[in-house]
């Protein structure tokens, strides 16, 4: 598998190890190279190089971008995927290696690495009986079948991999609760994915999965358990930690949700989509005031338009127009030619009785898109009752006159 004159990737931030796994790919006849001192390094020498590397060996302990987070956005691409990847770590903890595992990796290499156990992971990229290079083989004709909408087929394949692969029987069980869900079998998906945790207790997407049925399902109580197992084999998983938050905001206990959503911001702080995520909920569950006093500090600045036009729009349902206008302005503050808000802020001011507001906001909406139907239909109402009120109101000042006379 591994071809002596196409290069290898060495990711370490400390140099004399890279040097050691260096010379030792130089000792079994290996020619080309790339080095790297963190994740971040090596993300760019991947893009720029990702056609001339056919194996990276990297370190999971590193400044700036470790191992795991580089290996995760390898995965993530669908240009880079599939490439071999291998750790060097002195790390012995299961739950660090159950977490890379997930993610698809080669092989680990304990340091100091030899030259022996060199040898022994290499020759295992070679056997295609190797469990990783089977698992890719499995998921790459079971994402075709999908893509081409057919997972019956996958599943059935799925199936037929469990049975003749028992020793990878918890990844491919995990694989085959994904099918299942896009079937709409949440029941057959549970099986499966209490089948992969048995298996494998250490595995935390599995453990999230099988949380995000029994939510389906409104078994709250069996999907806190799933989300605790999961964080206790990974504590800092930002989408848990969310769901967690979700869970106990549904349930109304206000005070774990607030202290797991921050839990979720504080381990990424820099998840925009989050933020959008964790507001929104709150008000699908029209729990306005609640978010603006638990994170409207927090997060007020960050949201988006569409989140600010979802909390206006809450505002309105409640009857409260003028905060709905501030926050309308708000969004367009962000974006003045919004159409969307632009339009709704007009309703808002209908609904305040300010029709000259409403005119307005509707009159650059239809400038920039004269076959906007809601603004349209809402400018020709309002026109018309308004030309009603003024004839009404001109037939009285005659009949007024008559009387005078």
């Not at 603006?292 to 949201?303: A, H, N, Q, S």
Request: contains cysteine.
């Amino acid at each position: 598998m591994l071809d002596k004159d196409k290069a290898i990737l060495v990711v370490d931030d400390i140099q004399p190890a890279r040097e050691t796994i260096l010379n030792i790919l130089r000792v079994l006849g290996f020619k080309r190279f790339f080095e790297a001192s963190n994740g971040e390094e090596a993300k760019n020498i991947i893009e720029k190089n990702y056609d001339k590397i056919q194996l990276i060996i990297s370190d999971w302990k590193m400044p700036v971008l470790n191992g795991l987070d580089l290996l995760r956005w390898i995965r993530r691409n669908d240009k880079y995927r599939d490439m071999l990847f291998i750790f060097t770590t002195s790390k012995g903890e299961k739950e660090d290696i159950a977490l890379a595992s997930e993610e698809g990796i080669e092989g680990y290499l304990l340091k100091p690495v030899t030259i022996e156990a060199m040898i022994k992971k290499i020759e295992q990229l070679k056997n295609k009986s190797n469990p990783s290079y089977v698992v890719k083989e499995f998921l790459h004709k079971v994402q075709e079948l999908v893509e081409k909408n057919k997972p019956k087929e996958a599943l059935s394949l799925l199936e037929k991999g469990i049975e003749e692969y028992p020793h990878l029987k918890a990844r491919l069980s995990f694989e085959a609760a994904k099918v299942c869900r896009i079937l709409g079998k949440l029941e057959k998906s549970k099986e499966y994915l209490q089948e992969a945790v048995k298996e494998s207790s250490l595995m935390v997407k599995a453990w999230s999965l099988l949380a995000e049925v029994y939510l389906e399902e409104k078994d709250y109580l069996s999907a806190i358990g799933a989300l605790e197992k999961a964080l206790n084999i990974n504590p800092n998983s930002t989408n848990n930690l969310f769901l967690l938050g979700k869970i106990y905001l549904i349930q109304k206990d206000l005070y774990k949700a607030r202290d797991y959503f921050t839990l979720a911001l504080n381990s990424d702080p820099e998840n925009t989509q989050l933020k959008q995520d964790i507001w929104n909920i709150y008000l699908q569950l029209d729990l306005v005031e609640e978010v603006m006093r638990d994170f409207g500090p927090m997060l007020f600045d960050t949201l988006t338009v569409d989140t600010l036009n979802n909390l206006a729009l809450s505002f309105r349902k409640q009857g409260k127009i003028d905060d709905a206008i501030k926050v309308y302005k708000q969004a367009l503050k962000k974006e003045p030619e919004n159409e969307k808000v632009m339009y709704n802020l007009a309703v808002a001011y209908v609904n305040l009785g300010s029709i000259n507001n409403a005119l307005k906001y509707l009159k650059k909406v239809l400038e920039k898109d004269a076959g906007f139907t809601p603004a349209k239909e809402l400018w020709e109402k309002i026109t018309v009752k308004a030309k009603k009120k003024k004839k009404t109101e001109s037939v009285q000042e005659d009949k007024e006159k008559i009387s005078d006379k």
